[in-house]
């Protein structure tokens, strides 16, 4: 396949920004779960795609023809703290990136992803990697490939967002393709303040008196003595 000229790359950009064969309709609900099947940066120029905020769901079978990237169904869904994203038949060609099905997940300020049957350049990739998992896979005769697998990141807003591949992947010399594939944001529980069990006041703090006075005790202590100085007369 060759990659020496792509000069329809705009068209291919404009044609993904909306959704093909099938797709969901989004709720104008307010919510802070946000999703995305797949974005790419380099000689293809793809945008968030499909993409669904608050409570939405949508999916899209295949990406309009190109040179590079191949998948087939690509499903979203967003509602107020989950999100998830995930991509069927992913290939990129020359890179020898493959994945049977590649997800990410975000429920609740918790995020996890998962791929199933990826490989990059013959080496194969961990199905369920630790968070932020950085490597790097030559790829004959092409370069060197960079790649994060269930990389997460905690935004400026608090939320936070999961991509299971993010990836940049050599072309030749210099040609690269930078490519996220299943990305998922949500937010985390509200944080309420802790309160009273009922029926069980909290005991309140005695507050000093005035210097010289004595501080009254608590309900159910005696209390404290205060001395008392003077002159006893003595007898014969």
Known sequence: MRLTR???????????????AMAGTASATTGTGSAY??????????????AVAATADKSLLHLPANPLIDVKVLHVTAKPAYARASVTDL??????LTAHLVTATCDNGTARSHLAK????????????????ALTIPVQGLGTASVTLNKQVRNADGTLTVTAIEATLPLG?????????????????????PTQPPGNPPTPT?????????VPAPPGQAPKPTPVTGDLPVTG
């Open 206 to 214: 005695p507050t000093p008196t005035a210097t010289g006075s004595p």
């Open 173 to 193: 010399p210099g040609h690269t393709q930078t490519l996220s594939v299943s990305s998922a944001t949500c937010a985390g529980p509200a944080e309420n303040p």
């Open 6 to 20: 792509l000069s329809a790359a705009a068209a291919i950009a404009g044609a993904l920004a909306a959704p093909l």
């Open 37 to 50: 099947g797949l974005a790419a940066t380099g000689l293809v120029a793809i945008p968030a795609t499909p």
């Open 118 to 133: 990826a490989s990059l350049a013959g080496h194969r990739l961990a199905a369920d990697a630790a968070p932020n998992s």
């Open 91 to 96: 290939s990129v060609a020359k890179a020898a």
